[in-house]
């Protein structure tokens, strides 16, 4: 399993862009990297997903380097509402109905106005 | 809408107590999954199940019991024997596939020992 390692929390402001980068060392061949949001009393929802390069969608970007060993969230013009939990997961999807994902600690992102 | 539905969302139980934790998904998932989380940390795999009538441990299962007899339902039971049950408990599904992991949890149940 490839650990992952985030920054605990991030603090920003109305508008600004935030970029939450996590580093996998030991991503394999077969991981994807996903990210994931919570908010309070509430379960993680599925953000974005990506395996190289740069993948978009209407919430988020997701930047993964040639070596895929770090891969950073970004999302654009945050909001109060955006004050969550993000987690970064790394592991092989055909995996994933034995358990063996791991959420780790997450960052938690305090936007303020 | 498919989804996973959590019930209760808070549940008080008294010393000594079992309590048995709802958890049911109509997105026709193979897997389902109990989490545990505590203020300010992650999450905690319990127990999981990839087919009906089979499931294993996780990393904290002492304490806790589970059954599949559907593959629709995943209910938790929080025996007597889990000393500090008091946590949110989050239920999960998936389904297998090569490019997604697909994972889709329920709302939580907050547990607290009174």
């Known amino acids: 399993l490839a650990k992952t390692t985030q920054p605990i929390s991030m603090d920003s402001y109305e508008g600004q862009e935030v970029n939450i980068t996590c580093s996998h060392n030991n991503i394999a061949t077969n991981d994807y990297i996903t990210w994931y949001q919570q908010f309070p009393s509430q379960g993680p929802r599925f953000i974005i997903q990506?395996?190289?390069t740069k993948v978009t969608n209407e919430v988020a970007s997701l930047f993964i380097p040639a070596d895929r060993k770090s891969s950073t969230l970004s999302l654009p013009r945050v909001s109060l509402s955006d004050t969550a939990v993000y987690y970064c997961l790394v592991g092989d999807p055909a995996l994933s109905n034995t358990g063996k994902l791991i959420f780790g600690q997450g960052t938690t992102l305090q936007v303020k106005p | 809408d498919g989804g996973i539905t959590q019930s209760p969302k808070y549940l008080f139980r008294k010393e000594g107590q079992n309590v048995t934790l709802s958890c049911e998904q109509n997105?026709?998932?193979?897997?389902m999954y109990w989490y545990r989380q505590d203020p300010g940390q992650g999450l905690r795999l319990i127990y999981y199940?990839?087919?009906?009538?089979?499931?294993q441990k996780g990393d904290i299962a002492e304490g806790y019991s589970v059954s599949r007899e559907k593959k629709e339902s995943f209910p938790l039971t929080v025996t007597s024997a889990q000393k500090n049950p008091t946590a949110f408990y989050l239920c999960?599904?998936?389904?297998?596939?090569?490019?997604?992991?697909?994972?889709?949890f329920g709302s939580g149940t907050r547990l607290t020992v009174v």
């Open positions: 997105l026709n998932h193979d897997a």
């Open positions: 990506g395996y190289k």
């Open positions: 999960a599904s998936s389904i297998w596939r090569t490019d997604n992991y697909g994972y889709t």
């Open positions: 199940s990839q087919i009906v009538n089979d499931f």
